[in-house]
């Protein structure tokens, strides 16, 4: 038998539910969301890009993702 665990967690305002032991970068994967465009908020704080790789989403935290757009 199999047992997943699972976080419940806050995106961009939304409960979604992911697999326990997600980093920020397989989130990011997940969502097909390029880091070089993007801002990382985890928990009030800005993330690093060096970081995502190694940073561990919890159960019950907020992650704030924003893209940079480039206008004129």
Known sequence: MIILIMAKIQLN????????????FD??????LEKKKIAVEYNGIIIPKTRYKNKIIKNNDKIEIVHFIGGG
């Open 27 to 32: 989130l990011l994967i997940k969502y097909k």
């Open 13 to 24: 305002g939304k409960k979604i539910t992911i697999m326990q032991k997600t980093s920020i």
